[in-house]
């Protein structure tokens, strides 16, 4: 569970850093036209999006609201705004500071030295809540 955590911290990162798409729904579905070359795979991998188990569905909309809210937060993933698992090798690996490992996964920051959201020049924008989905 910290791992989904984790990447729901990640997803919010990305949305308030005014690099990406300033909503979840933006930032998890950015590029889902380029067919595995998205941002979150499951977005972009030609798989249907089915829910084939109803608890894990529930602890995924649970952590989601969660996050939104602002009730978690891990203090090791910090403002990390890209993970991966441990069996690839990014290019951008290079390029950031690792803050931390859950799991399989590594979470890392820009290495700018930056201790607060990275953002654009007069990009302080607000995060949209987008209304729950039915499934």
Not at 31 to 43: E, I
Not at 90 to 119: C, D, E
Not at 127 to 133: L, V, Y
Request: aromatic residues 10%; hydrophobic residues 40%; contains cysteine.
């Amino acid at each position: 569970m910290r791992g989904q955590i984790a990447v729901a911290q990640v997803v919010m990162n990305r949305a308030f850093s005014g690099f990406y798409p300033n909503d979840v729904c933006g930032v998890v579905y950015q590029n889902a036209h380029r067919h595995l070359a998205c941002q979150f795979t499951f977005a972009c991998d030609g798989i249907p999006d089915v829910v084939n188990d109803a608890d894990a569905w529930e602890r995924a909309k649970r952590i989601s609201r969660e996050t939104l809210d602002g009730k978690l937060w891990l203090p090791e993933v910090a403002k990390a705004t890209h993970y991966h698992a441990s069996y690839v090798r990014p290019y951008w690996v290079r390029a950031m500071q690792k803050n931390a490992k859950i799991g399989l996964h590594s979470f890392y920051r820009p290495r700018n030295g930056a201790t607060g959201p990275i953002r654009r020049r007069g990009a302080a924008r607000p995060i949209r809540r987008m209304r729950p989905t039915k499934m």
